[in-house]
């Protein structure tokens, strides 16, 4: 059983940070893609940051230059860091890892269960 646990969110000020944490946890072989989505009240799920395996990132245009997506493959695990964070950014964030098992189907995306993020005024 692979589960993906996310950590880090909270309420912060406009102008402020923070650092999102998500572990990968179970039987597993190797991840590829991780990614970070977002999905604001009333609004779509949307992709923040992605990175494959070999440490190539991708952002959406409103996050670059703002926020670094990173990860430990010895630790299964995925980062967000968040700066300059505006009200715009206030969501549930999810951590998202397209991950190998040992067991068929041999590669499964799985999804976290979110944490929200708030940025006031």
């Known amino acids: 059983q692979v589960q993906l646990v996310e950590s880090g969110g909270g309420l912060v000020q406009a102008g402020g940070s923070l650092r999102l944490s998500c572990a990968a946890s179970g039987t597993i072989i190797s991840i590829n893609d991780m990614a970070w989505f977002r999905q604001a009240p009333g609004k779509q799920r949307e992709l923040v940051a992605s990175?494959?395996?070999?440490?190539?990132?991708n952002y959406v245009d409103s996050v670059k230059g703002r926020f670094t997506i990173s990860r430990d493959n010895a630790r299964n695990s995925v980062y967000l860091q968040m700066d300059s964070l505006k009200p715009e950014d206030t969501a549930v964030y999810y951590c998202n890892a397209e991950i190998r098992r040992a067991t068929f189907p041999l590669v499964l995306n799985y999804w976290g269960p979110g944490t929200q993020v708030t940025v006031s005024s």
């Open positions: 990175i494959n395996s070999g440490g190539s990132t």
